[in-house]
């Protein structure tokens, strides 16, 4: 009798965007997973051993440890029938140079959350709508990123749009503004099943107590949004 495959464990941080990647496309290609959340302030001592990097998403699959949400992800769809990627060559490192671009997003989000001056806050705020701007310039015809089927560098800007749920309770900053098509791009991913099961329950209400605790522009603005 064959032993049955092993179930990947997804190790995963609440708020972290590169594990929600990770969790849209394993829900997508249909792979049964579990999750174990991790506090990433306190790392626990096992975690240390197996994760190089320190960070997550780390997916164990018996013996072997998967690091860097990249490689997790193009895994699950090398060993999972069909693929998220399209077939033809160009297309497909088309939509990986849009991947690698989505990271430079998150990373400038990040920035954006963390400016502590209201120069850099501004200047941080330019350069996000900028890069939408150049997302705009990208998308294909119907309603996701490349036509009407769902593929991994769809994954990638759910996970960018979810953060806005929350910044837009705080304030208009203007990101998508002028942008024709991407509030339908948005709106069309933000209802997607993979894409709303990829948090955890209450994760707004997580993610807004991040911003009111950052010393930072963002966190003085939702600090008077409570207060008002």
């Known amino acids: 009798m064959n032993a049955a495959p092993e179930v ?39 975690f240390r051993e197996i994760s190089p990097l320190s960070k997550v ?19 699950i ?23 690698e671009f989505g990271s430079s997003i998150l990373a400038s989000i990040a920035g954006f ?29 119907g309603g996701l990123f490349d036509g009407d089927d769902f593929h991994m560098v769809d994954a990638v800007y759910a996970t960018i749009f979810r ?11 203007g990101a998508f503004e002028g942008l024709a098509r991407m509030p339908a791009y948005r709106r069309a991913l933000m209802v997607r099943p993979s894409v709303v099961q990829a948090v955890m329950p209450g994760y707004q209400e ?12 963002l966190g003085d603005l939702a600090r008077a949004r409570m207060v008002a």
């Not at 200047?123 to 150049?134: D, P, T, V």
């Not at 749920?165 to 900053?173: P, Q, S, T």
């Not at 997580?206 to 522009?217: E, I, P, T, V, Y």
Request: aromatic share 12%; with cysteine.
């Open 206 to 217: 997580d993610l807004f107590a991040f911003f009111l605790r950052r010393d930072s522009q």
């Open 77 to 99: 769809d090398e060993v999972t029938p069909g693929s998220l990627h399209p077939a033809d060559p160009v297309r497909r490192a088309k939509h990986r140079s849009w991947i």
């Open 113 to 141: 959350y963390s400016a502590r001056t209201p120069s850099e806050f501004e200047e941080k705020r330019q350069a996000l709508a900028a890069k939408f701007a150049w997302v705009e310039g990208h998308l294909g015809d």
């Open 8 to 46: 990947p464990e997804l190790i995963s941080f609440g708020l972290c965007p590169y594990v929600q990647r990770a969790i849209i496309v394993l829900t997508e290609k249909g792979v049964a997973h579990r999750r174990t959340y991790i506090d990433l302030a306190n790392k626990p001592d096992w």
């Open 57 to 75: 998403p780390a997916m164990r699959i018996g013996d072997v440890t998967l690091f860097e949400s990249a490689v997790i992800c193009e895994y």
């Open 163 to 173: 953060y806005f749920d929350v910044i837009e309770r705080i304030g208009d900053f």
